[in-house]
């Protein structure tokens, strides 16, 4: 799959509330069953299925099966992969002036 | 007994080889986990540790399944903070699975309490490594340099 595809899932599977409330739920508590994330949602077992399908389609989600239960986690390396892309560039400038100012406060200590 | 444990997982367009490699390889290992490097013979058994850049062993215990290029199974404790290492052993299992012309790596972690905070501290930086590799091994570039 090209990389455009692969972005092209991750911010369709974004652009829903339901998807999002569901991540949410994951970030609060990993590892949770079908069963468990349906009895936050106001919808179908089947719809809810089908939110975890695209979100696991986008890789946010993933799956670990615990003997008849699937147990789903919050997989957050592809948002890391965005962050990279568009943000972390900044933080270099932020981190000097950290550094900077501690050398500062320091300095005028000694 | 409560358990804490992520599941981080990554598509990297290579070969479960080149991945294998890469996960076991010392100098290439510095290059996408921002100068540390695991010592290992990479055999079940063997001792395993990871060392950062200044030479501090952070984390140690040893190879519980080796078997290229497919699972590797590490019994992993934290070294430096004395909170970390009380916590005891903890288990990080990689698995690599080819899917079409890209490999499926998947790194669950593992530990017998809860909460963690071990797992907490290397939820943090598991993203940043895997993205890393994936970008260096797809573009032969880092997408992350320095220190955090």
């Not at chain 2, 699972?71 to 288990?91: C, N, T």
């Not at chain 2, 990080?92 to 998947?106: D, F, H, N, P, R």
């Amino acid at each position: 799959m090209a990389e455009s595809d692969d972005t092209d899932l991750l911010f369709k599977a974004l652009a829903d509330p339901s998807r999002r409330k569901l991540l949410d739920l994951l970030h609060a508590h990993d590892g949770r069953t079908l069963s468990e994330l349906c009895k936050h949602l106001d919808m179908t077992r089947q719809g809810v299925t089908q939110h975890l399908d695209a979100l696991q389609a986008a890789n946010m989600v993933t799956t670990v099966r615990r003997g008849r239960e699937k147990l789903h986690f919050l997989n957050p390396v592809p948002l890391q992969e965005i962050y990279e892309r568009w943000i972390a560039k900044f933080e270099k400038p932020r981190l000097k002036a950290l550094s900077d100012l501690k050398k500062r406060l320091e300095k005028s200590n000694g | 007994m409560a358990r804490s444990k992520f599941v981080y997982v990554t598509y990297i367009r290579t070969t479960p080889e080149k991945l294998w490699s890469a996960l076991t390889d010392a100098e290439f290992m510095r290059q996408y986990w921002f100068g540390t490097h695991c010592d290992s013979q990479w055999t079940p058994g063997s001792p395993w540790k990871m060392v950062y850049s200044d030479g501090t062993i952070t984390d140690a215990g040893e190879v519980i399944e080796a078997a290229p290029p497919g699972r590797l199974v590490i019994r992993w404790q934290h070294q430096k903070r004395p909170e970390l290492k009380a916590e005891g052993d903890s288990i990080c299992t990689m698995e690599l699975e080819q899917i079409g012309t890209a490999v499926k790596l998947s790194i669950t972690h593992t530990i017998e309490c809860e909460p963690s905070k071990l797992i907490e501290a290397v939820s943090g930086g598991w993203p940043k490594i895997l993205s890393n590799l994936k970008s260096l091994l797809e573009t032969g570039s880092i997408a992350l340099s320095g220190k955090e």
